[in-house]
C-alpha cells in the first residue's frame, strides 16, 4: 500500500463536523475559513519514539497523548482549538497500528470538534509532528509575558503524576490500581480547554506546565520580566506522588507532562474568578504571587524562603 | 544550550515585516490576523535524512530545500504563503550547523515575506517537518478535482533535472558545471507563486510536481474523476536530462523533486492565458488534454497512443 492509499485508508475516515473546514485531506493544502473578529492560533508539537513515548506502547495512546499535548498548547493560549495537521514518519506499513492510530486521533479528536485536514506521511524513525489552530476573539489571546508584581499564580490541578508514571515505567513495585492511574495521567492528559473562558476574562498570563512547574513558571515569569514566590504547600500534588514520594513537593514542582494550567490574574481580579470558577464547578489552586525580583522562590510551612531550581526538561 | 536557549539563538532572529503576525516565537502558540474575505490554506511536509535529503549536505541547503518544497504545496493552490512553523528533530547539538540552517531559512523565507511565527525542537533523528500558511481571496484557491474532459494540461517549465541529481549522486561521469546546474535544480527549486494570478483566473485544477509528473498528474485526474493524454514530444525536459538519458521524455515523465506545477485550463480560456503569460514573459508549456475514459495515455511522434504508467515514488 502505498502512502496515499493508506492516507485514504486510515486517515480521510476521520471524519469532521465543521462547516469552516471548506476542504481538507486530498489536496496539496486544506483551505479554512476565519470567522472575523477572530485571530488564528498556530502551534505545534513533535513527539520521538523513545524520547515523547516508548513504540511498545498501543498506537492509539499514542495518538490520543500526542493531540492532547497540542490541544493544550491551545488551551494555555484561551484559544478553542479547531483543526490539525499530522505529518507521520513511520518505519514500515503496519496496517494493525496504523489502525490503532487512527482510532486514537479520531476518538481525541472528537470531543474536541477539531478536525484532521491534512498531513504528510513518510518513511523513517518513528515520530510525528502535529500542528493545531485555535480561534479566539480577537485581542483575547493569553499570552505568557503578561504578568505583573502582585498578580496571583495559580495551577489548574494536581501535578506530578504522569512524572511519577515515567519515574515508575519499569518498575514492579506498584500497585495495579495505582499505576492504572498513573498511566492515564501520562497518556490521556485532559487538555485545560475548558478554562477558556475564565483566562479569557481573568488571566494575565497563562503556560502549559509540559516541563514542570518549576521551569514553566520560570518561562513565564522571563516572559513577564518578574519573579514569582509559591508557597509550597500549597501546591496541589497528586494524592499517588504524596504515597509514593519522600519529596512529593519537590517531585510535582519539576515533574513534567501533567498539562495543567499555570496563570496569573491581578489581585482585584482573584474574587472573581474565584466565584465564577465556583458556579462552574472548576477547581484551580491560588500557589503563590508574581514578584519584580527575577527568579524562583519558595515558602516554605516555617515561612522561610528558599530558592528554587528552574530546571526542567531539556533535549540538549 | 538547552532548545529555549537554541530557539532564541538561532530561530527568534529571523525577522519578519508582516503586520499580521500579532506575535511569533516564543509563546505557547503564534497569533496571526487572517484580513476579511481571504481563506487561509495549511500545509505540511516533513524531510527525514537519508530519504529526503543527504545529512552530508550543506544545512543551508537542507533548510532551502525544505521551504521551498512547502512553498511550492501553496503554489500549487494558487496561495500567497505567509507563516511557516517549524519542527526540528536533531539528533545532537551542533552550533555551526544550526547557524547554516538558520541563515538558509532566512535567506529562503526572505524573497517570499514569509515569517518563521513558531515551531519546536526536539532531540531525535535528523528530521524536519514544515507546516505552511497562505492567503488566498475566498474561492480562489485551485484544487486538484476541476479538470474537465477538454481542458488543455500545461506544465510550467523543465522537467527531470531534480531526478537526474538524484541518479548522478554518487557517480563522477559529469561534467563539473553540469553537475553544478543539477543540484541547484535539487536543492534550489523555485516555487511557481508566480504564476497564482493565472491560476486563480484560468485553472480548472493544479498539483505541483513532487512525485513526478505521470504520478502527480493521475492525482489530478482522479481527483477530477478523469484521465489524460499527452503528446510526448510536447513535455518540456530539461537540456541536460536529454544530454545525459536515452530514454528522456520517459524519465522526464517519471523524475520527481522539480516542483514546477501541472495544471488545466478550460479550452476556451487558452488564448487568453498564453496572452497574459507572454505579456509577463513567463513559459508554459501545453501537453495535453484530459479526458473523461480514466488513466494516462501517451500520444507518440508517430501518433500512437500508448498508456503510461502513473506509478511515482512511494514510501511504503
Request: glycine share 8%; hydrophobic share 45%.
Amino acid at each position: 500500500m502505498n502512502e496515499f492509499a493508506l492516507i485514504d485508508t486510515f486517515f480521510k475516515c476521520i471524519p469532521h463536523d465543521r462547516d469552516d473546514v471548506i476542504f481538507g485531506v486530498g489536496d496539496d493544502a486544506a483551505c479554512l475559513e476565519i470567522p472575523q473578529g477572530m485571530q488564528l492560533l498556530v502551534s505545534c508539537d513533535t513527539l520521538v519514539a523513545d524520547i515523547h513515548f516508548l513504540p511498545s506502547w498501543d498506537a492509539y495512546d499514542i495518538a490520543c497523548k500526542a493531540v492532547m499535548v497540542n490541544l493544550s498548547d491551545m488551551a494555555a493560549m484561551a484559544a478553542s482549538p479547531c483543526w490539525l495537521t499530522l505529518a507521520l514518519t513511520l518505519p514500515e506499513f503496519n496496517a494493525d497500528w496504523l489502525q490503532r492510530f487512527s482510532q486514537g486521533l479520531y476518538d481525541s479528536l472528537r470531543p474536541y470538534h477539531v478536525a484532521l485536514v491534512g498531513g504528510d506521511m513518510t518513511r523513517g524513525p518513528l515520530s510525528m509532528t502535529l500542528t493545531i489552530h485555535g480561534l479566539v476573539p480577537s485581542g483575547k489571546a493569553v499570552r505568557r509575558g503578561g504578568a505583573k508584581p502582585g498578580d496571583r499564580i495559580f495551577v489548574s490541578g494536581d501535578l506530578g503524576a504522569a512524572a511519577l508514571a515515567v519515574a515508575f515505567l519499569n518498575q514492579q513495585e506498584l500497585d495495579g490500581n495505582d499505576r492504572a492511574e498513573l498511566m492515564q495521567k501520562l497518556l490521556h492528559p485532559k487538555p485545560r480547554i475548558d478554562l477558556n473562558p475564565y483566562l479569557q476574562a481573568f488571566a494575565s498570563a497563562a503556560i502549559d506546565i509540559s516541563d514542570g512547574l518549576s521551569a514553566d513558571l520560570h518561562h513565564l515569569c522571563l516572559s513577564s520580566n518578574a519573579g514569582a514566590c509559591i508557597t509550597l504547600d500549597a501546591i496541589p500534588v497528586h494524592p499517588l506522588v504524596k504515597k509514593y514520594q519522600h519529596e512529593a513537593i519537590a517531585f510535582a514542582l519539576r515533574g513534567g507532562d501533567d498539562y495543567e494550567l499555570c496563570f496569573t490574574v491581578p489581585a482585584q481580579q482573584e474574587k472573581k474568578l474565584l466565584t465564577a470558577l465556583a458556579l462552574a464547578g472548576i477547581s484551580c489552586y491560588p500557589i503563590g504571587v508574581i514578584e519584580a525580583e527575577p527568579g524562583l522562590r519558595g515558602k516554605d510551612a516555617s515561612g522561610a524562603i528558599v530558592p528554587l531550581s528552574t530546571q526542567g526538561y531539556s533535549h540538549f
